[in-house]
């Protein structure tokens, strides 16, 4: 499809963005803007508690960004205002029925908006199953009961991220889910979002869900979502999308990781002195059990030495020890990334 015409697509009309401060929801703002000045409105829902508070998010956490910098570049001096014209951010939250918004602001919103994409989610996978809940599924009913109140609602696109297909393999059929399937922790919040979203929205115009993996760039993300709100544009039906790589067009993640350490070789990093930061390159292994003999002596063993020096010299350790421990077992048994960098600074530090 040619990129031409799925920037036709957004001229002229109105989009309300929740989740508008994560990175995907930004992505999506400066591409509709530089591909397609001519939209009318971005709404941007934005946590605040005033009109002044979401200006300031907008301006410091989304516009301010480098993400930004090619708009900058080519709007030059005319580029706030610019923005102030085609950008509203809206001082509310998701978890709140109309969004916490007042009676007159949501009668306006409905009787605007063309498209709705919702993008708010909480991605940490060790949250309470409380927080997640209510962050990533029970948003979903208040967003599809303003949705109802939409009369000129063309495209309501869902956005989810990894781990919502259950713990499955092979293929993926992209229809509505079932209830009953398993699925990975925090990943059964998103999923059981999909669901809720299909269900409540059955009947109105298209809903579309786009379910993410996390070795997808983020262009690729939002490129594919530009073009499901084109491709089913005012068309009654529940699609699900998958985007992923394929075998007919891989995208390993050694390429990625290789990509990354190329670019941060050309533009390296800074730390808040302005020093540079050396860059380093990822550790890759072809087999699960060459990553547990590395992670072993290079983690667990250390680990267990402070153990026996927490025991020797009185609990001196304690704290650093149970900290560390907790984020290597949560690393070990696929429960997040972050922890690994948490280690390797602390155990340098320790040792």
């Known amino acids: 499809m040619e990129t031409g015409s799925i920037a036709e697509r957004f001229r002229e009309r109105s989009i309300l963005i929740t989740g508008s401060t994560g990175f995907p929801a930004k992505m ?23 009109a002044a508070a979401a200006e300031e998010r907008l301006l410091t956490e989304v516009v301010g960004k480098g993400l930004f910098d090619v708009l900058r570049e080519q709007h030059g001096a005319s580029f706030h205002s610019f923005i102030k014209e ?29 498209i709705i994409v919702d993008g708010a989610a909480t991605t940490n996978f060790m949250e ?34 990894a781990y919502v297909a259950g713990e499955k393999a092979g293929l993926l059929l ?4 079932q209830i009953g399937a398993r699925h990975y922790d925090k990943g059964h919040t998103l999923w059981l979002a999909k669901y809720i979203c299909a269900d409540e ?14 070795s997808i760039p983020g262009d690729m993300v939002i490129n594919a979502m530009m073009a499901a ?7 009654q039906a529940q699609v699900i999308y998958h985007v992923t790589s394929a075998h007919q067009n891989p995208l390993p993640l050694s390429l990625i990781v290789e ?28 087999r699960f059990a060459y990553f547990q003999a590395y992670m072993t002596l290079r983690y667990k063993v250390p680990l267990e030495m402070m153990h026996a020096a927490n025991v020797l010299f009185g609990g001196i350790y304690s704290k650093n020890y149970k900290k560390l421990n907790r984020g ?12 690994i960098c948490l280690l390797q600074r602390m155990v340098r530090a320790s040792f």
């Open 28 to 50: 999506l703002v400066e591409k509709i803007l530089r591909i397609q000045p001519d939209v009318r409105k971005l709404y941007l829902l934005v946590r605040a508690p005033d």
């Open 86 to 114: 085609k950008v509203c951010p809206l001082p509310g939250d998701i978890t709140h029925q109309n969004f916490g918004l007042g009676n007159s602001e949501i009668l306006q919103l409905s009787q605007d908006v063309d």
């Open 128 to 161: 309470r199953y409380d927080v997640a809940l209510a962050t990533n599924t029970a948003v979903v009913i208040h967003l599809c009961q303003f949705a109802k109140q939409c009369d000129n609602l063309k495209m309501l696109l869902h956005v989810s991220t």
């Open 174 to 177: 992209e229809k509505p889910f």
């Open 201 to 214: 929205s059955y009947g109105r115009d298209v809903t579309s869900t786009i379910g993410t993996r996390p």
């Open 229 to 235: 709100i084109n491709s089913h544009w005012k068309k």
């Open 259 to 286: 990509s990354m350490y190329k670019y941060f070789h050309i533009n390296p990093r800074t730390n808040k002195d302005g020093k540079i930061i050396k860059n380093k390159r990822v550790l890759m292994f072809k």
């Open 328 to 339: 290597y077992n949560i690393l070990m048994t696929g429960k997040g990334v972050r922890p």
